[in-house]
């Protein structure tokens, strides 16, 4: 096979080979693929071809794995082709593509389904699937981490992985129910923990950790939600743009009437204090946020909130909205009172059901208890206001809590077993650093510097597990440890949360400015901490005097302790928490009853409280063996196909991604189990391929021999091939490409003879049963052929013995071939002419049908003639015609004129010219029509002398004219045609006799004359004159005939005799001799 012979290989993304020849057919059965084995199917190896496009898909694989430069290039050109899932090692890199990508399919789904966890390109289902299956068949109890910025999209990761576990087990019975309600989760939690910010429009403000729970089988039984760090301060007030929570928009747009009515509420968020913001409120975020409403009202039916729960809720929410328009006026005193026209105030009492005037009283003064006495104290305007906030806070705050124990009851098992198993999946706040970066920033970096403790202590205790599973020499690593940086902010007695607590606690007048102070001077020397006096003079100037900074892993960031205190403290006066826990709102009840309000005791701050959640938390995780999902934005701007590298660079760095792969490739960049190993590149040894028969270890020995590795780019492991560098692992990828082609002419070759061999003995199979069955069916066909050829003859000989005789069933048929075959006899021999008379004699049984057949077809061959005759034929047929029914059988010349052609003018050429010269003339009136000349023989009325003429017959009337020794026609008689009668006599004679009226007889009596065509000349003036009438043929042999006035004249006497003549005869009467 020459180079242009060749065959292409392609690998898909479904890990699938196929081989396609250049020159002919494919190699393959249609619609079939060289499917390679699942087990081995690897799909990290199949895209190294690929790398420079579309980049690694493991950064592990990254040669300068220390250039961050080197990471970022590799994000976007995956990036760019729309590929928004990487690996570092275990870790799962999600951008967010901020556009709908078809990647989520139930075909993407059973693309994952029991797959290894690099047999299929990277994705958040691999994840979900490699940790449920740990989870179901190991009995190893997983959690999946997610973190990352707002807007980066880790609420969406989350979702994706319950739906990938709902898709996983819809399969078992009896879980319906509960994979519902844990998808309906969701949206309640995100209408009441989620807002709208500048980075994000679904903003988590919450850290929520999800704990789904397993029976034995691997179905879902139930579930648990544990909520950290409910951004509270938001309720009061939000950022230039940004928006509340959603459910307070949601309950305004989505709401009806009557439910607006009872709630005391009107439509539009700007009527409301705590909504109220820049943020404009458009007429489609409404529309948005009506159907939601909907959404979150379906998922707590779901949930098994009845409608009195609901309403409790809505009545919570609604009760916020109006507490923050509650307004304070300073009174005489200077105190702080509520006008008592401010419907607010009621509206709040009305809703959470406590007593308005006890509510006023509570927000505009406090109840102080000292070494005995109670002290009732008012408070200021700006207290009012603070105490106001306090109480929206410390309502919405509670409430949250009670929605997620509501969800949680909801949720929980009927029993859960010894064999049961739990999965979490934890969705929180990723590292933030802002311009202005205050308490709450403070807790969340706070919270990343734990998990990224755990995360760097998880990763080197699974690197260091497989490197003893391995046999291999455990190499120490060199990280950056960041349990100093928690240390600064955790340790008992020194670090940051104590003297915060410390300051919070002590007697006298604490401030923001006095937390400061203490912590410039126990922690300046540390090096993870700056203060405004111990940096140089370029980052003082930056900095400003009521701010420290913190070195985290992640970078410096700055904090301003403004509100330190207050948001610490996060005190709520005691009479406002007893009036509260007589709420006749049972979940308001609930919320505030627990609360010790006897007790001297201080509670615990809000930091305190976070350290305890979050150590507990730890725990938890550290329980579980963990999967890691960091999700990064590309972009502030929420725009698909864009990447800020500056952006990416930072989130990079505070994620800790860099760090990550250090750790990760401070050993061996790729590992692989033998087996895996030599599936692939076995190809690339003569003795390992096509098959190796020994241990799968001895057979990656033989290919890194052939291969030349160098010792320290590779560890023999118990179970796994080890390489340590990228570069290594890309030759071998190159060397396997390069040698594909090669494969693939021997299966090319190998595959072809199969398949024609398998394609021949199936077609001879095939062509022996067709011949078998076609032998079969001939005969069958013969036989039946002569029986019925039998049973013909017979019939026929019977039919034609009969055929004379009357019709019968023996001779019907004979009867009918006999008239088929006269018919097609006939349609051979039918006259062509129409004097063709002559016709095909038929036989006996056809006679009727002969006759009538006859008659249509010479019907036809009229029809046909006629058609054909011209307009001058034509009228000769019709004159013809008309002289047939006035003529035939009435006068004996008439068959002699028949054959001859009727001709309109009979003058000789002399006598035509002097026809002009009198048709010019004055004598002949102006518009008639000549329609017949002819030469006359005029007989006198008395004497009978014959005397020449010429007729001429024009439509009008008949002129008789003299030409004889005349130069022109002299005009002797003009009968008009309608007047005049005709006599001709019934013989073969030329004689006609017009009987001229009374009125014209100055013309001396009636006319006789003879003229040489007396049939064609009447014909045409009748043809004319339409008036046959006026022609009087007698069967007589005398006729008289008038003179002038009517007088008898002479008689014509009509006799026969052997030649034609008219003349006197002796008896003195014009003899007419006519020819028999």
């Known amino acids: 096979m020459t180079q242009q012979d060749s065959v292409n290989v392609t690998e898909n993304a479904e890990s699938t080979v196929q081989v396609v020849d250049n020159t002919g057919p494919s190699l393959l059965a249609p619609g079939k693929g060289l499917l390679r084995p699942v087990s081995v199917a690897g799909a990290m190896e199949h895209a190294l071809q690929h790398r420079e496009r579309v980049g690694v898909q493991d950064f592990v694989l990254l040669e300068d794995y220390q250039s961050e430069a080197a990471f970022i290039d590799n994000l976007r050109k995956r990036f760019n082709e729309n590929i928004i899932y990487t690996y570092i090692g275990n870790v799962l890199i999600s951008v967010n593509p901020y556009k709908n990508l078809p990647i989520y399919t139930e075909e993407k789904i059973q693309q994952y389904y029991k797959k290894a966890f690099f047999e299929a390109p990277p994705h958040v289902f691999a994840i979900a699937d490699n940790a449920y299956r740990s989870l179901v068949y190991e009995h190893r109890e997983q959690c999946i981490l997610i973190s990352g910025e707002s807007g980066s999209g880790k609420t969406e990761a989350s979702k994706k992985v319950l739906e990938y576990i709902a898709a996983r087990t819809k399969h078992l019975r009896t879980v319906e129910t509960v994979k519902d309600k844990l998808l309906q989760t969701n949206p309640l939690l995100e209408a009441f923990g989620n807002a709208k910010t500048n980075r994000n429009d679904n903003s988590s403000r919450f850290g929520k950790y999800m704990d789904v729970q397993f029976n034995y089988e691997g179905a879902p039984v139930g579930g648990h939600i544990l909520n950290y760090l409910l951004e509270k301060s938001r309720v009061v007030s939000q950022m230039a743009g940004e928006r509340n929570f959603h459910i307070f928009y949601q309950l305004l747009a989505g709401a009806d009437q009557e439910m607006m009515n009872s ?535 019977k039919g034609f013995i009969t055929r004379n005789g009357p019709e019968t069933p023996e001779n019907r048929r004979f009867l009918g071939i006999a008239k088929v075959h006269w018919l097609k006899r006939l349609a051979t021999r039918l006259p062509t002419k129409i004097l063709d008379l002559s016709w095909p004699v038929p036989p006996a049984t056809c006679q009727e049908a002969s006759k009538e057949l006859q008659r249509l077809h010479r019907a036809l061959l009229s029809r046909k003639y006629r058609l054909a005759l011209s307009p001058e034929n034509k009228k000769q047929f019709e004159l013809k015609v008309l002289a047939e029914k006035m003529f035939k059988g009435h006068k004996n010349s008439y068959p002699a004129s028949v054959r001859n052609r009727f001709v309109v003018d009979r003058l000789s050429s002399e006598l035509q010219v002097l026809r002009g010269t009198f048709m010019a003339s004055a004598a002949w009136p102006t518009g008639e029509k000549l329609i017949y000349s002819s030469e006359a023989i005029k007989y006198d009325r008395r004497g009978y002398k014959p005397r020449e003429r010429a007729l001429l017959a024009s439509d009008k009337a008949l002129y008789v004219l003299d030409a004889a020794g005349r130069k022109t026609f002299k005009l002797k008689h003009r009968l008009p045609l309608e007047k005049l009668r005709v006599i001709v006599t019934n013989e073969t004679d030329s004689l006609v006799l017009i009987k001229i009226p009374q009125e014209l007889k100055k013309d001396k009596g009636d006319l006789i004359i003879s003229v040489p065509e007396l049939i064609e000349s009447l014909t045409i003036v009748t043809d004319y004159t339409k008036k046959p009438e006026l022609i009087e043929i007698v069967d007589t042999r005398t006729i008289a005939h008038n003179l002038v006035n009517g007088k008898q004249g002479g008689t014509i006497e009509v006799i026969n005799g052997p030649q034609p003549a008219i003349q006197r005869a002796k008896s003195g009467n014009l003899l007419v001799v006519a020819s028999p």
Request: proline share 2%; hydrophobic share 40%; net charge positive.
């Open 263 to 797: 709630l005391r509420l009107q439509g539009r968020p700007e009527a409301y204090k705590f909504c109220n913001t820049t943020d404009s409120h458009t007429q489609a975020s409404k529309i948005n946020d009506a159907d939601q409403f909907r959404t979150i009202r379906d998922a707590m039916k779901v949930i098994e909130i009845g409608e009195a729960e609901q309403a409790e809720i809505f009545q919570i929410v609604a009760s916020v909205l109006h507490l923050g328009n509650v307004k304070f006026v300073r009174n005489d005193k200077g105190n702080a009172e509520i006008l008592t026209h401010d419907a607010n105030s009621g509206n709040v009492a009305e809703l959470l059901k406590v007593d308005s005037t006890k509510l006023r009283s509570v927000l505009t003064s406090r109840t102080i208890e000292a070494r005995g006495d109670v002290v009732n104290t008012p408070l200021d305007v700006e207290q009012a206001q603070f105490a106001r906030d306090a109480l929206a806070k410390a309502i919405y705050d509670k409430h949250f809590s009670w929605l997620v124990k509501r969800l949680n009851a909801a949720l929980a098992p009927a029993q859960f077993g010894d064999r049961d198993s739990v999965f979490g999946i934890l969705d929180i706040y990723g590292f933030e650093i802002f311009p202005k970066n205050c308490f709450e920033q403070f807790c969340i970096n706070y919270c990343n510097e734990k998990l990224q403790q755990l995360f760097i202590q998880l990763t080197l205790k699974q690197e260091q597990e497989e490197y003893l599973r391995e046999g291999i020499e455990w190499e120490p690593v060199v990280y950056f440890n960041n349990i100093v940086i928690c240390d600064l902010i955790e340790a008992r007695h020194q670090g940051i949360i104590s003297i915060l607590d410390d300051e919070c606690l002590r007697p006298g007048d604490a401030t923001d400015y006095s937390l400061l102070e203490k912590l410039n001077q126990r922690l300046d020397k540390h090096k993870h901490y700056k203060s405004h006096r111990n940096v140089d003079t370029k980052t003082q100037k930056l900095m400003g005097r009521d701010e420290f900074c913190i070195v985290h892993y992640a970078g410096e960031v700055t904090y301003s302790v403004k509100t330190f205190l207050e948001k610490n403290n996060d005190l709520l006066f005691r009479d406002i928490q007893a009036l509260m826990a007589t709420s006749g709102n049972t979940i308001v009840e609930q919320c505030f009853k627990d609360a010790n309000l006897t007790s001297k005791k201080r509670p615990e701050t809000a930091i305190t409280q976070f350290k305890n959640s979050l150590n507990d938390l730890i725990k938890i995780l550290s329980s579980k063996e963990p999967s890691y999902i960091r999700c990064i934005k590309p972009n502030d701007f929420k725009m698909p196909m864009q990447m800020d590298d500056k952006l990416i660079s930072h989130q990079v760095k505070y994620l800790g991604l860099m760090e990550n792969l250090r750790v990760r490739r401070a050993g061996f960049a790729y590992r692989r189990t033998y087996e895996a190993f030599l599936e692939r590149y076995k190809c690339l040894c003569a003795e390992t391929w096509p098959v190796w028969r020994g241990p799968a270890s001895e057979g990656v020995r033989k290919l890194v021999e052939v291969m030349n590795y160098e010792r320290e780019e590779y560890r023999m492991g118990n179970t796994k091939i080890f390489i340590r560098f990228p570069k290594t692992l890309f030759e071998t990828e190159d060397a396997y490409q390069i040698k594909k082609n090669d494969i693939a002419t021997i299966i090319q070759s190998r595959w072809r003879g199969y398949w024609q061999r398998k394609q021949y003995l199936k077609m001879r199979a095939a062509a022996i049963i067709i011949q078998k069955w076609v032998r079969r069916f001939l005969a069958q066909r013969l036989l039946a052929r002569r029986k019925k050829a039998a049973e013909v003859i017979r019939a026929f000989i």
